[in-house]
């Protein structure tokens, strides 16, 4: 029978300890228990691979969770590591075509044309190139997208200012 809360008020911080350490480590066990099934959810395709109609004790399933993540750890190391500048262009190429895409879904306007023609310029093209030489010259007319307007404005660096 489990004592009263009066009863464990009156107990010294020793008892207490007892008393608290089985409920503690029930805790405990069932925080590993449940972290063993989530690692054997998660693999379970690698389970079915190595050991198909087995029933997997906790160590096996700790065993194969290493052995997965040191090949997968020799795996990311064979495929080089990336420079600074790789990882940038990576990331910068992706957002370009996000930013591309979600332009073209919408109607053409004046400012949508205008941020695809900066889009579009080379990376290594100045921002001037496609600026007018003169002040009074007209500008350059740029190749449109797809689905921009009719009329084709200057690809210059588009400004909100």
Same mark, same amino acid.
């Given at each position: 029978?489990? /004592?009263?809360?009066? $009863?464990?008020? !009156?107990? &010294? ?5 007892? #008393? ?26 690698? *389970? ?7 029933? #997997?004790?906790? =160590?096996?399933? #700790? ?11 020799? *795996?990311? $190391?064979?495929?080089? /590591? ?6 940038? &262009? ?5 957002? #370009?075509?996000?930013?591309?895409? *979600?332009?073209? !879904? ?9 941020? !695809?023609?900066? *889009? ?7 921002? &001037? $190139? ?6 009074? $010259? ?5 190749? =449109? ?17």
């Amino acid at each position: 029978m489990a /004592p009263s809360t009066v $009863a464990v008020e !009156l107990l &010294s911080p020793k008892e207490k300890n007892r #008393l608290r350490k089985p409920v503690v480590e029930k805790m405990r066990r069932d925080r590993i228990n449940s972290s063993i099934e989530q690692l054997k959810l998660l693999l379970e395709q690698e *389970f079915a691979r190595h050991q198909p109609n087995s029933k #997997l004790e906790k =160590a096996d399933i #700790l065993e194969m969770a290493v052995s997965y993540l040191k090949h997968s750890k020799a *795996f990311a $190391a064979a495929a080089g /590591p990336k420079s600074l500048h790789q990882d940038y &262009s990576e990331g910068y190429s992706w957002c #370009l075509q996000e930013a591309v895409q *979600f332009l073209t !879904l919408h109607a053409a306007s004046d400012t949508q044309t205008k941020l !695809l023609c900066h *889009f579009q310029r080379p990376p290594g093209a100045p921002a &001037s $190139a496609a600026e007018p030489k003169a002040p009074g $010259a007209a500008p350059a007319p740029a190749p =449109a997208p797809a689905k921009a307007s009719a009329r084709q404005p200057a690809c210059g660096l588009w400004r909100p200012w």
